[in-house]
């Protein structure tokens, strides 16, 4: 017998009440994307957050004519090339400005300097020693100093130092590290023989070498399969690290990433200090890729506690495969992984098979817990892309070109123009009673060292006090899967919250002890709820 039109109606509405409770049950636990701008112009190949809220890209010089034109009918100088090549992406208004870069910034890395100007150092042809500084305003552009560095400079990482310079280190055939500003005009470039020792000649398998700042002031430098402990204003290696267990490259073209953990600071002392370095591809790969046998990428990563008196890599197993994945930390002290393939190396058209998923890494946890793949994306982010936390707890997503120059048409991972957002779980609309915000500090306050911050905050719902706390992170340089300068500190203190009025809450935390754990410059502060962070306030350390 045939259903009747109210039996139909009936069955339908059943199936929309289903739908609706399958969909309440099962909403985006592992976080949301969404399309900011189909395109920017560019391929945002490097980025870096501003203390204004705005994100600096760029690619690079020789790629072609880009999908933007420089303003006013401007070309780049002795080029017949009107199109920009690096945009400032503003993330309240949701546009972009074309900005001007002079010389090839192809493959280079920068730093946040304290007073909130990206330096930015190297690059390819023209660039290799040029220093570019960026000083956001609504009409600012890139100043370039010709000659400010003393070596070439391509595929280094910087790092800012507690002295407010930075330091940059290493570099296709460039076996040393130099500083900008420079003490004076003959300071010289140290060589650094770790850069030799880690360099296979026939794959250059140590660049963008992985570089943190250790508590005590000394550099802890990673490049292909090992790491030291270094200081760098004697030239002295203070300690090497174990190889990695599998002994597998982790460094560019074998691009894997790294993170130092967040530093939890008790009584003015950073007990444990933690680097975690994943993905990557084995040995090999790099010769196989170039001949069209594209290896499956390492699905390891190796946790070592560098404060130990004997350190050891202990391994873990990652649920993805990846190599060129990004590593960011997030401001509930969780580790992002994203963007990146599962076969194949890091350069041209040698990557294959994007994986869409990121992954969220809680170093909290228990070995075999930590690990949770999240809701894919559907945009291929191979070579060339970038993530890049913004305050309010988004991470932009922007680039990909595994191309040498723009490639739009009918080709493998064609360069991708466009910027999204992967919102991670803690921004899900049912986490939003748990949401801090922030009252005090109010926007750019001055924070000087060791000293007692008292922060306000609401919450719409319940606070349970015991689970709040209060970080504070460094915003990287991010390029090649590496953000350069990143560092989350987990304040002393924010353990209680004390009741002032209706949903107003007061935590007393202790600023950073010193520059060597948080060199001065812009942070965001958060406060973090069950998990669940505040949008960010930036504040000034000094
Ligand atoms: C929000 O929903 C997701 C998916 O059901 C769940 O995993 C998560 O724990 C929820 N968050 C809160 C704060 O209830
Ligand atoms: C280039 O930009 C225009 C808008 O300005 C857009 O319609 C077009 O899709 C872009 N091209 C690509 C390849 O993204
Ligand atoms: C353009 O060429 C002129 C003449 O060769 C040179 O003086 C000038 O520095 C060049 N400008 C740039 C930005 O390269």
């Known amino acids: 017998m045939a259903p009747s039109t109210s039996q139909l109606y009936h069955h339908l509405l059943l199936f929309f009440l289903v739908f609706l409770f399958h969909a309440q049950q099962c909403p985006a636990a592992g976080g949301s994307w969404s399309v900011l701008l189909p395109s920017i112009g560019i391929s945002a190949m490097h ?7 705005r994100v600096v890209m760029y690619d690079r010089t020789d790629f072609g004519v880009s999908n933007i034109s420089l303003p006013n009918g401007a070309c780049r100088p002795n080029t017949t090339d009107c199109s920009a090549h690096s945009v400032e ?42 220093v570019r500084i960026y000083k956001s305003c609504d009409s600012c552009d890139w100043q370039e100093i010709r000659n400010g560095l003393n070596q070439q400079r391509w595929y280094a990482t910087n790092h800012i130092l507690p002295d407010g310079r930075q330091i ?16 004076s005009a003959t300071e010289n470039t140290p060589s650094l023989p770790f850069l030799v020792q880690t360099n296979d000649p ?41 190889t990695m267990p599998d002994g597998q490259p982790r460094s560019y073209p074998s691009t894997g990433s790294a993170v ?34 594209f290896d499956g990428a390492l699905d390891t990563c190796g946790r070592i506690k560098i404060s130990d008196p004997n350190p050891q890599w202990v391994m873990e197993t990652m649920p993805l495969a990846r190599v060129m994945g990004d590593m960011l930390l997030l401001p509930n002290a969780h580790v992002l992984i994203i963007n990146g393939v599962s076969a194949g190396v890091a350069g041209w058209e040698l990557g ?24 894919p994306s559907t945009i291929p982010r191979v070579y060339h892309s970038t993530a890049v936390l913004l305050r309010d707890g988004r991470v932009l997503v922007g680039g990909s070109n595994p191309h040498d120059k723009y490639e739009f048409g009918n080709v493998l991972y064609p360069t ?36 007692q911050l008292v922060i306000v905050f609401t919450v719409s719902g319940i606070v349970d006090p015991s689970s709040v706390s209060v970080t504070m992170m460094a915003p990287p340089f991010n390029t090649h899967s590496f953000s350069m300068n990143q560092r989350l500190l987990v304040l002393d203190g924010g353990v209680a919250a004390k009741i002032l009025g209706k949903s107003r809450y007061q935590v007393v935390v202790t600023t950073p002890p010193s520059g060597n754990v948080a060199p001065a410059g812009n942070y965001l502060l958060y406060v973090v709820h069950k998990e669940i962070p505040s949008p960010g306030i930036w504040v000034q350390m000094q």
């Open 352 to 375: 294959r098979n994007p994986v869409l998923s990121p992954v969220v890494y809680q170093p909290d946890k228990q070995v075999g817990s930590r690990f949770e793949v999240q809701n």
């Open 89 to 130: 992406y503003d993330v309240a208004s949701n546009t972009v400005r074309p900005l001007m870069v002079l010389s090839n910034v192809w493959c280079s890395s920068g730093t946040l300097m304290p007073d909130g100007r990206l330096v930015q150092t190297g690059g390819f042809d023209d660039g290799y020693r040029v």
């Open 260 to 293: 130092l953990l967040p530093l939890r600071i008790t009584k003015g002392t950073v007990n444990a200090v933690e680097v975690l370095v994943c993905g990557g591809a084995p040995k090999g790969a790099f010769v196989n890729a170039n001949k069209g046998i």
């Open 416 to 451: 991708e123009l466009s910027l999204e957002a992967y919102s991670p779980s803690y921004l899900d609309s049912n986490s939003s009673d748990l949401r801090p915000k922030i009252i005090l500090p109010v926007k750019n306050t001055k924070i000087g060292y060791g000293k």
């Open 47 to 53: 980025a870096q957050l501003l203390p204004n809220d």
């Open 168 to 183: 940059i280190i290493g570099g296709r055939r460039a076996f040393s590290y130099e500083f900008y500003p420079k003490m």
């Open 202 to 242: 026939n794959v250059e398998n140590n660049l963008y070498p992985f570089v943190f700042l250790y508590p005590d002031g000394n550099l802890f430098i990673f490049a292909n399969n090992r790491a030291i402990l270094f200081d760098y204003s004697n030239n002295q290696v203070i300690k090497t690290y174990p």
